[in-house]
């Protein structure tokens, strides 16, 4: 008997695409099977939920490609991948522009529209001096609606260009019993850290919503991902996800 035959794997059915998400603002199905989340235009912002939580005492990993277009220096604004307990549920949304869909204007104003409680992995493409950004495009971790970050992962690079008009390998993972979450862009590590997720992001909650995020502001790009594979596993038999003898694909597109 195999060992995928005895795991006990928690099985997502697959049904259309148009059945898994909430959208909202500009996202719009693609007729390649993925989500626009912005036009390539100024000022849109497109969320897109998946229709099911995430229960954060399992382990999990989710894979997906995304597109931050073909513009660099004329391009923003970029696209979070986010988990989050807002009290608005698949409503919940942040503002435009250098917030990417997700957060707020300023760490220290908490007026206006930001996702809370919540994580976020940020792929932003525009320079904004107030969020700390690098001068090139990056990657960086975010909690509870801001956009501010001490550190951001550029592939090593002073001029890392995320809108080269490739689709980009992202995956992310959560080991409930390490606390650890870990993002690869393009298979490579991006960003890992312990934290907990339960008690000191989402108050003892273990249900969460799951999306994403984008906009753009003055200058603009098509935005868009498309899911590649969501592995949900049994907490109490699962082996870790980064066992390298076995994969598991429960929902492919």
Known sequence: MSFLSILPI?????????????????AVYMDNGCIRLTADQPYSEGIAYNSSRLNLKNPFEIEFNIYLGDKNDLGADGITFVLHNDERGFNAFGTYGECLGYGRW?????????????????????FNE????????????????TNYHKTTWTAGS??????DDYLHDFRFSWNPKTQKITVYLDGSLAFEGNIDLINDIFEGKTSVVWGFTAST???????????KRLVLLDNSHAPPLSSPSVTYILSEF
């Open 106 to 126: 300023r760490r220290e104003y908490f007026g206006g529209n930001y996702i809370a409680p919540s994580i976020a992995i940020e792929f932003d493409t525009y």
């Open 10 to 26: 928690l099985l997502l059915s697959v049904f259309p695409l148009t059945a898994q998400y909430h959208l909202m603002g500009d």
């Open 158 to 163: 002073d001029t890392f260009n995320l809108e």
């Open 217 to 227: 502001g003055n200058k603009h790009n098509l935005q868009y991902f498309c899911l």
């Open 130 to 145: 107030t969020q700390n950004d690098p001068l090139c495009d990056h990657v960086a971790f975010l909690t509870n609606g």
